[in-house]
């Protein structure tokens, strides 16, 4: 097993791609389990209305409990919503609503609508005893209000992409509007990460997708693939992340080790002597 001392800052990354069903909720749940599970300290926003994040994390998210909607709408502070997942001490979550879903609407006429995940969320870590080490926002399928707010809240975004037909496409969409946040909103937001989701190594196409995928972005795209794996897909039915459910299945493995990945990528930039130390 591998030891990780988390002593560095709050890592922030948006998980992001327009497209539904690439992946973006179970990289999201998995990779925050993950971390958690490595010792981390590890907050997930959910930011969908849908609210499968919250789902996955087992974390109650009815209409009448206090979600992300009321930080972004009326200004509750976050940690007057975040809830601490049954499946670790180290791992909370913010819950997404069905009231969310007329958030994107409601935000256009609020004053600093793009920075209010941001305001709430510096305003949440300034007050923290013990820091946290990770959070990860998981974005509603669009490119509306919603995600403008987790691509200003964020240092980093991590694209997962399904390996199957069509997986570039609307990725030079996401591209350019992040180059406009980074424009406007946010200039420290990098794309950092790529994860290659559901992955069949039997099938030339998701081999051609990885590999073309691996041609454009060569720094950014993480060496774990993640396998189609059917226990990844039940354990939300569980309440539970794969981590939690089957812990030894290939699926929590591959997400297990992505997590590595990320940790130790946020080491290199950061600089030999700051932040974690494997193996103490
Ligand atoms: P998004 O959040 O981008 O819409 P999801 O994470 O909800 O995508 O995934 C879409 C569907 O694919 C879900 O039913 C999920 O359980 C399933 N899925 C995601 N990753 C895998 C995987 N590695 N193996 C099998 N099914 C997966
Ligand atoms: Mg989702």
């Known amino acids: 097993a591998v030891d990780f001392t988390f002593a560095g800052q709050t890592r922030v990354l948006t998980v992001s791609n327009q497209k539904g069903g690439v992946g973006k909720t179970t990289t999201t749940v998995n990779i925050a389990a993950s971390l958690a599970s490595l010792g981390a300290r590890v907050l997930v926003i959910d930011l969908d209305p849908q609210g499968n994040a919250s789902t996955a994390l087992g974390v109650p998210h009815t209409a009448d409990i206090p979600s992300v909607y009321d930080v972004l709408i009326d200004d509750f502070p976050l940690a007057e919503i975040i809830q601490t997942s049954p499946e670790s001490p180290n791992l ?12 994107e609407i409601e935000l256009v ?4 609508r793009e920075h209010r995940l941001r305001t709430a969320l510096d305003e949440y870590l300034g007050t923290l005893e013990s820091p946290l080490d990770f959070v990860l926002i998981d974005c509603p399928p669009s490119l509306g209000l919603l995600t403008i707010n987790a691509f200003t809240a964020a240092h980093e975004l991590l694209i997962p992409i399904q390996c199957e037909y069509y997986a570039l496409e609307g990725l030079s969409q996401l591209l350019g509007t992040v180059r406009m946040i980074q424009k406007h909103l946010n200039p420290t937001l990098s794309l950092s990460t790529i994860l290659l989701t559901m992955y069949d190594g039997r099938t030339r ?15 950014e795209v993480l060496d774990t693939l993640i396998p189609r794996s059917v226990r990844v897909s039940e354990a939300p039915s569980f309440g539970q992340t794969v981590i ?3 812990g030894q299945s290939a699926g929590a493995v591959a997400y297990r080790e992505a997590a590595v990945e990320i940790v130790r990528r946020g080491e290199l930039a950061e600089g030999p002597g700051k932040g974690t130390a494997p193996n103490q």
């Open 92 to 103: 909370f979550c913010a819950p997404s609503t069905i009231h969310l879903a007329g958030a």
């Open 109 to 112: 006429s609020q004053v600093a």
């Open 205 to 219: 196409l998701a081999q051609q997708v990885a590999d073309e995928v691996r041609q454009h972005f060569p720094a």
């Open 244 to 246: 939690a459910y089957d």
